[in-house]
C-alpha cells in the first residue's frame, strides 16, 4: 500500500458513488504522474485529495465562513466537515481544534490548481498532516466508509 493505492482506491470511490464523474480518469493520471515525479508523494496525494473533492461538489469553503459566508480573516481557523469548510470565530465550536494559516494558505494554492507553484513550495511534515487533516476528514464525512488505503497511510505514520 502507498499513495498510489490511495489515488487508486479513491478513484474508484469516486466511480462507485457517483457514476459517472466526468474528468475522473483524467484526475486520475495526473495525480499518478505527479506521483511519479513528486519527491513527497503526500504532496501528490493531497493535489489528488483536493481534486477528488472538487470532482464530487464537496470542494471545503477555504476563503469564507462556510456557516455565515463572511470572509476569513488570515488567522487560525477550526475547520468543520460537516459545515463544509473553514469557521469564523463566532460560528466555530468552543474548543474547537485550529488549523494553521500555513495550511489554510497551502490549501487555497491546491484549490487553485496552481500546480507550478504548488510544486515549489516548501511544505513541512507538520504542515503537510494539517493539509491531509483537513482534506480526509471533509472526504470521509461525505464518503460512507472510510477510506481502507487512507487508514493505512495513518496507521503507519502513527507507528513510525
Ligand atoms: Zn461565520
Same mark, same amino acid.
Given at each position: 500500500m502507498s499513495h498510489a493505492a490511495v489515488i487508486a482506491e479513491l478513484a474508484e470511490?469516486?466511480?462507485e458513488d457517483r457514476h459517472p464523474v466526468d474528468g475522473v480518469y483524467e484526475l486520475t493520471v495526473t495525480a499518478l504522474d505527479e506521483l511519479a515525479r513528486e519527491t513527497?508523494?503526500?504532496r501528490a496525494s493531497a493535489y489528488f485529495l483536493m481534486q477528488a473533492l472538487d470532482l464530487l461538489g464537496y470542494a471545503p469553503q477555504l476563503s469564507v465562513?462556510?456557516?455565515? =459566508?463572511? %470572509? @476569513?480573516?488570515a488567522k487560525p481557523a477550526a475547520f468543520s466537515?460537516?459545515? #463544509? #469548510?473553514? $469557521?469564523?470565530?463566532?460560528?466555530?465550536?468552543v474548543g474547537a481544534p485550529l488549523v494553521p494559516v500555513a495550511a489554510i494558505k497551502v490549501l487555497r494554492l491546491i484549490a487553485s490548481g496552481d500546480l507550478q507553484t504548488y510544486r515549489r513550495l516548501k511544505l513541512e511534515?507538520?504542515?503537510?498532516?494539517?493539509?491531509?487533516?483537513? @482534506?480526509?476528514? %471533509?472526504? =470521509?464525512h461525505h464518503l460512507d466508509?472510510? $477510506?481502507?488505503?487512507?487508514?493505512f497511510l495513518h496507521d503507519m505514520r502513527a507507528h513510525s
Open positions: 470511490r469516486v466511480c513527497d508523494p503526500r465562513c462556510a456557516s455565515c =459566508e463572511q %470572509q @476569513l480573516p466537515p460537516a459545515a #463544509g #469548510g473553514f $469557521l469564523c470565530d463566532r460560528d466555530a465550536p511534515p507538520a504542515l503537510m498532516d494539517d493539509v491531509e487533516h483537513v @482534506l480526509t476528514t %471533509q472526504l =470521509e466508509r472510510r $477510506l481502507k488505503s487512507l487508514q
